[in-house]
């Protein structure tokens, strides 16, 4: 639980069918990031970036930080990571994150698909984008086929490539990428153990995330978290939902 409650407070504060190549980049921390870019079964191209500890053993398993939207949050994960490993508030771990490859704008279509648990519902007369695509039927609701991406090639390489632990697993979400932590951990909670959610769209097609409940939570760590001036379409169902 001290670990979570770390990571819980460097991430919270920064932020208020693949082949084994990979490019690898040197950090001034001694961490080594190699990034494997791999495509999925329904055909978007990710990266994964693998950031290993100083101390990287191959003969030693580590935690498992996996993060999500790293398109835009690599620089405040890795940084944070360097901050307090340097001071030693956290051991040594593996960082994993999942980047769209692309532009913004293919960086929106992924994360409105992938992190999203249902179709939007649309109403009469209302158009609504979130970053430069447009909500619909058609580009949201991948969260199911995401998951499995997730299970069968993510979680796969990191752990067979590089120790990482399976009894270790944390993963972080903001925003759409708290929402699908969100539904992680109420419909997948047995894929990580820890669960650190900044933010979460629970306001998501009137709330139903709310409504939503696995029989065991009470075996996972969850922190779920918001910023004092969110809109209160934001914070009423995540203060509903704890």
């Known amino acids: ?47 994964i970036i693998v950031t290993l500890p100083s ?16 398109y835009w949050l690599e620089e405040i994960v890795l940084g944070s990571y360097r901050i307090t490993s340097e001071m030693n508030h ?30 939007f519902k649309e109403k009469v007369g209302v158009s609504w984008n979130i970053g430069e695509v447009k909500l619909d039927s058609m580009s949201t609701g991948g969260a199911d086929v995401f998951t499995e991406f997730l299970r069968e090639t993510v979680i796969p390489l ?8 399976a009894e270790n ?17 109420q419909r997948h909670s047995s894929l990580y153990s820890n669960y650190i959610i900044i933010s979460p769209s629970l306001w998501w097609n009137n709330s139903e995330p709310v409504a939503w ?18 809109l209160g379409m934001m914070k009423r169902p995540i203060e509903r939902a704890a």
């Open 90 to 119: 956290v051991p040594s771990m593996i960082l994993v994150g999942i980047r769209s490859v692309g532009d913004k704008a293919a960086w929106d279509t992924q994360r409105n698909k992938d992190f999203t648990p249902s179709p």
């Open 158 to 165: 990191a752990e067979n490539a590089y120790n990482a632990s």
């Open 55 to 70: 101390s990287y053993s191959e003969d030693s398993s580590y935690h498992a930080l996996y993060y999500l939207d790293a």
């Open 213 to 230: 409940q696995d029989d065991h939570l009470d075996e996972h760590d969850i922190y779920m978290t918001y910023g004092d001036a969110e």
């Open 169 to 185: 697993r944390t993963i972080i979400g903001h925003s759409f990428g708290g929402l699908y932590a969100y539904y992680l951990s």
């Open 1 to 47: 639980m001290r670990l979570l409650c770390t990571l819980i407070t460097w991430v919270s504060i920064a932020l208020l069918g693949s082949s084994l190549s990979a490019q690898s980049t040197r950090h001034l921390s001694g961490a080594t990031s190699k990034v494997h870019t791999v495509s999925a079964p329904y055909g978007t191209e990710y990266e």
